[in-house]
Structures are given as structure tokens and as C-alpha cells.
């Protein structure tokens, strides 16, 4: 069943019809000289697309367009042609990824010379309607928990549970949690996949979208206490999340994850254990300056990874106390970056905490490993308009810079996708293996 996102009065929900989330929004027209907007409809089916209409009456704009923004982050001006008075854009969502439970706040804009004219702001929410999933909800304290099919006792749990790890993850973080949040709990393996999209890990067992005060939770992903520990992780992403706001950039993710991992049970034993195991086989440990953005994806590297990032946590509450931790997170607030809110938190530098760190576990830091140079490409290019290939055997300079601008580009080109593809932000969990024990 589709929900009415948070400041969205005006709006009206229409039925839920063959699974597809329809929101009828009846929109007062602001009358302008110029002309204005009416009709204003959004609609979305989940894994599909999403579709925004209105009628224009008045004088043809020069332009309309369609302001978009997606959970608050993302936004997107889209020019769209206005046909008999009518305006119809569709987005693919099958082919780009979005997740549930984001808000999509739109906006109608038509410019006439200088006369701009724009419509109220109006919101959609993008959630997980699809055939099949009969969700229910119930709110339990600061969380609002969704399930289906036979799942309520452990969604209402996780609800009680979440309450638990908002308030000690406040008392660490000295920062409250921000705004309720929503807790999904997903049974099938398939549902919980396609919920967290085809660009994610196959070997995710739950995830959080902090921006968005989100948690899908799938029950199939280990034990009990698995499931227990896990909801306490993801809950302190989004405390962690509002206790570092800041429009600057996002804290060291060794300090995110090894918060959260620490939060599950208020200790590092298992990742010390894992850490000095580690530390003794040759492959060593690994430079915190590795573990600021991604994380590694192999399952040693990940692993320790986050067994670092958890121990050097602990290593900063054992030495400074939780107090260090709120001054960390107070630091980030007003935009400092990792080092200066590791020094003004603990009045230690980042780099004397690494070697005490490294140091208990009697290794040094290893050093960065320096790039090699790029060597010339030997790949060979077709010819292209524009571009004079030397007909001679002998190397010429002019074509090797070619190639090597064409590899510029390329990686030019693979640098964007990679933008493209980390706008959507995501704290992915490893789901329990089958052994038992793992971390992620
Ligand atoms: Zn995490």
C-alpha cells in the first residue's frame, strides 16, 4: 500500500490498482497573466517508471520544464515539450535504479521571456508496491516498521529493537536521532534483491539508505541474533548519518562502519581477534587512508576492514571515551575533515592515534603503494575523421599521444560512471555465511 510522504497534505492517494502506486494530486492553479499550471498528476510502479503530467493554460512558454528531486539529494531539470496544452514525462526506472521509499519532490517551471512561471511543489513517493507484497504498517516508538505475509512479530521486534540502538547510538554519538525512520522487513530472497537493485551485491543481507531514514531488512540473511545485531548496525548508520551532517563531505568510512559495527554489541572482541590475526600473516593489515571511501569487496579484505575500522572505534571510546566520539561527530557537523575531527575529538592527531593503533598490534602502517607511470597503449584505433594516422612503420609521437588522449578519455568517461553510480548512497550488510561468524 502506498504512503504519503512526510509534508504532503495536498495530496490525495488514490487506490492501489493492480499493484501500481497511483498519487492523484489535485493542484490549485496559480493564475498568472501569463498563463499556469493545472492537473498536476504523478504516478509510479516500482522497478518501472515514474510519470508526471499537467495541463498548461495560457500563451505558449518558450520552454517548460520539470524540476525533480530525489530524497532530498539528487535534482534534475528536465526540458519537457508542452503538445495541445499538455505536458507528459515518463521515467524509465527499469533501466535506472532508485531506492524504495524515496521521495520525489517535483516542480512544473514555464519561462515566457523573462516572466517565469512555477507550480506548487508537490511530492511523490517511490516505494515498493509491487504485485504480491501486501505490506502493513505499525509505528513502534521512533520507527515505523512495514512487512507482509506472516512477518509481524519480528517487524514489531525489529521496531522495539531499533528504539534500543537510536538511544545508545545518541548517548555515543551525542546527537539525537534526526527523524523517525522506516524499517522494511523483506522475506523472500528475490523481493529483498530486486528492493535493493540490480547494481548491488549479491551477497547483501541488508541495507540502509541514511539519507532516506531507510532500512530493508531481509529475515532469510542469518540467525536471530544475526538479524538482532544487524538492525542495531544499520540503526546507527542514520544517527550516524544526522550526528555528521554537513554539506562538505561524507566522514572516513572505516569511522562510519566501525561505529556501527561497534554498536551491535558495545565492544570490538571478535574484530581485535581478527585484527591480530591478520597482523601476523604476510598479506598485514591495511592503511586507514585505504579505508576512507570504498570499502574492499573480497570477502579478507572486507572483513578486515571493517575489523579495523571497529577497533580503532573502541581504541578511541577506551582511551578518550564516548565523549571523544560526540566531539568527533560535532567536529564533522560544522564540516571539519577527518583529521581535524579526529584531533578535535580526542586532542591526539590522526596520525599519532595510527601508530598507537598499529603499534598494539606490533606492526607499522604500511606506506602507500605509488602508482606506476601509464605506459604508451599499444592498443590499436581505427581510423577517425579528424585524425591523421602516419601511414609510416615508425612510431610516430603524434599518434601515440592520440592513443594515450583516447585513454584518457576512456578512464575520463569510467571516472563519470563511477559519479554516476555512487549518487545513490548506500550502507550494504554481508549476510550471515553459512559457517557463521562473518562481518560486513
Ligand atoms: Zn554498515
Do not use: K
Request: aromatic share 8%.
Amino acid at each position: 500500500m502506498g504512503r504519503l510522504s512526510r509534508g504532503t497534505a495536498p495530496l490525495l492517494l488514490g487506490g492501489l490498482l493492480g499493484g501500481l502506486l497511483a498519487v492523484l494530486v489535485v493542484a490549485p492553479a496559480p493564475s498568472r497573466a501569463g498563463g499556469g499550471f493545472a492537473d498536476l498528476n504523478a504516478d509510479a510502479t516500482f522497478g518501472a517508471d515514474m510519470t508526471f503530467s499537467a495541463s498548461w493554460t495560457g500563451a505558449p512558454p518558450d520552454r517548460v520544464e520539470l524540476l525533480l528531486g530525489f530524497g532530498g539529494e539528487e535534482r534534475l531539470v528536465v526540458p519537457v515539450e508542452l503538445v495541445s496544452g499538455q505536458l507528459d514525462y515518463r521515467r524509465d526506472l527499469a533501466n535506472g535504479y532508485l531506492p524504495p521509499n524515496t521521495p520525489v519532490a517535483y516542480r512544473w517551471r514555464a519561462v515566457i521571456g523573462t516572466q517565469v512561471t512555477v507550480s506548487p511543489e508537490r511530492s511523490l513517493l517511490y516505494d515498493d508496491a509491487r504485485p504480491g507484497l501486501d505490506w502493513r504498517q505499525a509505528q513502534v516508538g521512533s520507527a515505523t516498521v512495514h512487512w507482509y505475509d506472516a512477518n509481524e512479530a519480528i517487524a514489531r521486534r525489529f521496531g522495539d529493537l531499533a528504539g534500543g540502538a537510536a538511544d545508545a547510538a545518541a548517548d555515543l554519538l551525542g546527537h539525537p536521532l534526526a527523524d523517525p525512520i522506516d524499517i522494511f522487513v523483506y522475506g523472500a530472497r528475490e523481493d529483498f534483491q530486486e528492493a535493493v537493485g540490480p547494481g548491488a551485491r549479491e551477497w547483501i543481507g541488508a541495507a540502509t539508505y541514511p539519507h532516506l531514514r531507510t532500512v530493508l531488512m531481509w529475515l532469510g540473511a542469518g540467525s536471530t541474533a544475526y538479524l538482532d545485531t544487524t538492525l542495531a548496525h544499520e540503526v546507527t548508520h542514520v544517527v550516524f548519518n544526522d550526528a555528521t551532517a554537513n554539506p562538505f563531505h561524507e566522514p572516513a568510512t572505516w569511522l562510519n562502519e566501525g561505529t556501527a559495527t561497534w554498536s551491535e554489541l558495545a565492544n570490538a572482541d571478535t574484530e581485535r581477534d581478527l585484527v591480530s590475526l591478520e597482523a601476523r600473516r604476510a598479506e598485514g593489515l591495511m592503511a586507514f587512508a585505504a579505508l576512507t571511501d570504498q570499502f574492499p569487496i573480497d570477502t579478507r579484505g572486507a572483513s578486515l576492514a571493517y575489523a579495523e575500522g571497529t577497533t580503532m572505534v573502541d581504541l578511541i571510546i577506551r582511551d578518550f571515551g564516548t565523549d571523544a566520539m560526540a566531539a568527533i561527530a560535532e567536529a564533522y557537523r560544522s564540516g571539519a575533515t577527518d583529521e581535524d575531527a579526529i584531533l578535535a575529538g580526542t586532542g591526539v592527531s590522526f596520525e599519532a592515534l595510527r601508530e598507537e593503533y598499529f603499534a598494539a598490534f606490533g606492526v607499522t602502517e604500511p606506506d602507500p603503494i605509488e602508482p606506476l607511470p601509464l605506459g604508451r597503449s599499444d592498443v590499436p584505433i581505427p581510423p577517425q575523421a579528424g585524425m591523421e594516422l602516419a601511414p609510416s612503420a615508425e612510431p610516430q609521437p603524434g599518434s601515440g599521444e592520440s592513443q594515450d588522449v583516447a585513454w584518457w578519455l576512456i578512464i575520463g568517461f569510467m571516472a563519470l560512471g563511477a559519479v554516476f553510480v555512487a549518487t545513490v548512497v548506500l550502507r550494504a550488510r554481508r549476510a550471515q555465511p553459512p559457517a557463521g561468524g562473518g562481518n560486513g
